[in-house]
């Protein structure tokens, strides 16, 4: 995709006219267009080629602006960056996001030097899904732009996926992911540490194949875990080659992708502009590049950076938030992930609200807390709890006289459908104990790793229903508690919880451990038909009430109830 075909190309060769200037300018700039007929949310390349380059620094001394239109329509500014470390390429990307005529212009500048150029192309209307946005009109909610289909929200944390050397082991990851109905995934640009003792992981180590440095930039010394001596003037371009081949892939399977543009900047060496840096100059730089260079990817959305309240503070986070808005032609979808509570909820940027909050401190309770404020503070958006507790991390002691919770498969797929039950999403990750794969850390995974399994079911059983209509709603049933077990204690949260459509054409009732339900029948409109679901087997079974006119779940562990007039 990123070979410039010649054949399609619309070549020009312009030299700047008039007297020589005292100013070093390159001799000549060739502008090569990729494609004329670009599929709808996919990109044409303009490759600016440069001809006895003398700029100091290509990624300071020169810029590359470009705008297009369809034919008719508004225009948009769009940044083109460098790529190439002697300043000999350049590149600006136009993804059209509608069918039709477009025109579009590029102007490279050095100094006292410029030139423009002119060039068109047009847009086939493809049915891809295209960009996310947030549902106007079910704002808890996401959709896709292109075809109108609603977006389930199945995420998983990969943060070092960038980590591994070979590529066909990204590629895989990828597949494998995309197989078991994970359809979003979590990316960091930039960080670096020793090993996975940095998250209490012993069994995820550097070795030939996977390392912990993502290096955006170049790299004194690389192999210096906490000096790399990195140049922030300058990028890493294999490192963006390596992400760009990546966020394809990720199309090909229908993966967003979630751009972190820091992971863990506390740790030393991870972060190179430090609290005196902070939101300077070269931290702007590296925003706008990696903007410039992935906005046009339709898969793409920000998060302005991995737990800001580490290393960071709240004005920081709106002014980078600001900045990725009004660098983005497309207005990818951004947030930020942070703590336990969101204080962005009315920032302009922000489309939808993150949180971190860990075990059943985050479930059922909390996201419908959450969504609650939301409606107070007059903007409702879709709200997700970014990060609740990996599987298989910490499920044994630490420490002395420290003894972490069993955060198992099935604890986390429970919390999983708490979340989704109070109107919100998730982001998973699995258990990283596999030598050589690395789970929620590298985003590598065996077949002996079935956690998925579970929430594919739970995205199933969604992705069939109305979800985006239906409401967090406890009040057309009375419940009585099963004896099961209760993840978190019995007070976690209601022995069963339900959601419905307003009329009531769609109710589901979850039980978290067994249990009975009597469901008033004139809140549905009368008696209507019903099915059980195995959240566990993705099985389906008749319901009838019994005698008293309840459901009675199957057994004690959790179940869902369907009833629907269909």
């Known amino acids: 995709m990123f070979r410039i075909p010649r054949a399609l190309?619309?070549?020009?060769?312009?030299?700047?006219?008039?007297?020589?200037?005292?100013?070093?300018?390159?001799?000549?700039?060739?502008?090569?267009?990729?494609?004329?007929?670009?599929?709808?949310?996919?990109?044409?390349?303009?490759?600016?080629?440069?001809?006895?380059?003398d700029a100091a620094n290509p990624f300071t001394d020169v810029t590359v602006e470009g705008r297009f239109e369809r034919q008719g329509g508004e225009a948009a500014r769009v940044d083109g960056f460098c790529d190439s470390a002697d300043g000999s390429l350049f590149r600006i990307r136009f993804m059209p996001t509608a069918a039709g005529a477009y025109d579009y212009s590029v102007t490279f500048r050095q100094g006292d030097y410029r030139i423009s150029h002119n060039g068109k192309f047009a847009a086939a209307g493809q049915r891809r899904n295209g960009l996310l946005r947030v549902d106007k009109e079910h704002p808890f909610h996401f959709i896709y732009e292109g075809t109108g289909r609603h977006y389930f929200w199945n995420s998983t944390t990969t943060y070092w996926l960038l980590g591994w050397r070979q590529e066909p082991i990204i590629h895989e990851s990828l597949e494998r992911l995309a197989k078991l109905g994970v359809n979003r995934i979590r990316v960091a640009l930039s960080g670096r540490t020793r090993d996975g003792m940095r998250w209490k992981e012993p069994d995820v180590k550097p070795s030939?194949?996977?390392?912990?440095?993502?290096?955006?930039?170049?790299?004194?010394?690389?192999?210096?875990?906490?000096?790399?001596?990195?140049?922030?003037?300058?990028?890493?371009?294999?490192?963006?080659?390596?992400?760009?081949?990546?966020?394809?892939?990720?199309?090909?399977?229908?993966?967003?992708?979630?751009?972190?543009?820091?992971?863990?900047?506390?740790?030393?060496?991870?972060?190179?502009?430090?609290?005196?840096?902070?939101?300077?100059?070269?931290?702007?730089?590296?925003?706008?590049?990696?903007v410039a260079r992935l906005a046009a990817f339709d898969n793409v959305m920000w998060d302005v950076t991995n737990e800001w309240h580490l290393f960071r503070n709240e004005a920081w986070v709106e002014q980078m938030g600001r900045l990725i808005k009004d660098c983005d032609p497309y207005d990818h979808l951004?947030?930020?992930?942070?703590?336990?509570?969101?204080?962005?909820?009315?920032?302009?940027?922000?489309?939808?609200?993150?949180?971190?909050?860990?075990?059943?401190?985050?479930?059922?309770?909390f996201m419908l807390r959450n969504r609650r404020e939301q409606v107070k503070a007059g903007r409702p958006m879709p709200q997700v709890n970014e990060e609740y507790g990996y599987e298989d991390h910490y499920p044994y002691p630490w420490g002395e006289g420290r003894k972490w919770p069993a955060r198992t498969a099935d604890?986390?797929?429970?919390?999983?459908?708490?979340?989704?039950?109070?109107?919100?999403?998730?982001?998973?990750?699995?258990?990283?104990?596999?030598?050589?794969?690395?789970?929620?850390?590298?985003?590598?995974?065996?077949?002996?790793?079935?956690?998925?399994?579970?929430?594919?079911?739970?995205?199933?059983?969604?992705?069939?229903?109305?979800?985006?209509?239906?409401?967090?709603?406890?009040?057309?049933?009375?419940?009585?508690?099963?004896?099961?077990?209760?993840?978190?204690?019995?007070?976690?949260?209601?022995?069963?919880?339900?959601?419905?459509?307003?009329?009531?054409?769609?109710?589901?009732?979850?039980?978290?451990?067994?249990?009975?339900?009597?469901?008033?029948?004139?809140?549905?409109?009368?008696?209507?038909?019903?099915?059980?679901?195995?959240?566990?087997?993705?099985?389906?079974s008749p319901?009838?009430?019994?005698?008293?006119?309840d459901f009675v779940a199957l057994d004690e562990q959790d179940w869902a109830l369907l009833i629907n007039k269909e």
């Open 9 to 53: 190309s619309c070549l020009l060769f312009l030299t700047c006219a008039g007297p020589v200037v005292l100013q070093a300018a390159p001799a000549g700039v060739r502008f090569v267009q990729s494609t004329d007929h670009p599929d709808q949310y996919d990109f044409v390349e303009v490759a600016i080629e440069v001809e006895k380059p």
């Open 208 to 290: 030939e194949q996977f390392q912990f440095r993502l290096e955006p930039w170049p790299a004194a010394r690389p192999e210096n875990i906490e000096d790399p001596g990195y140049d922030v003037a300058r990028f890493n371009l294999d490192h963006f080659r390596k992400c760009e081949r990546m966020l394809e892939q990720a199309r090909r399977h229908g993966i967003q992708v979630s751009i972190i543009f820091h992971l863990d900047g506390r740790d030393k060496g991870a972060d190179p502009f430090g609290p005196s840096g902070m939101g300077g100059p070269d931290e702007q730089r590296y925003y706008r590049y990696v």
């Open 334 to 365: 951004t947030s930020v992930h942070g703590k336990g509570v969101f204080p962005f909820r009315n920032s302009p940027w922000v489309d939808f609200a993150m949180y971190q909050s860990w075990d059943e401190h985050g479930g059922y309770a």
């Open 411 to 540: 604890t986390r797929r429970r919390l999983a459908w708490q979340m989704t039950m109070a109107g919100g999403y998730q982001t998973t990750g699995e258990r990283a104990n596999v030598p050589g794969y690395g789970g929620w850390i590298t985003g590598r995974g065996d077949q002996t790793m079935v956690m998925f399994e579970g929430y594919r079911h739970l995205a199933d059983f969604f992705q069939r229903l109305p979800w985006c209509q239906l409401n967090p709603d406890n009040g057309f049933f009375e419940a009585q508690a099963g004896s099961g077990p209760v993840p978190g204690g019995k007070d976690a949260m209601p022995p069963v919880v339900g959601l419905r459509t307003n009329p009531g054409d769609w109710a589901i009732l979850y039980f978290v451990a067994g249990g009975r339900a009597h469901v008033q029948p004139d809140s549905l409109g009368g008696a209507t038909p019903a099915r059980w679901f195995n959240p566990r087997t993705g099985q389906w």
């Open 543 to 549: 319901a009838q009430p019994d005698e008293k006119g």
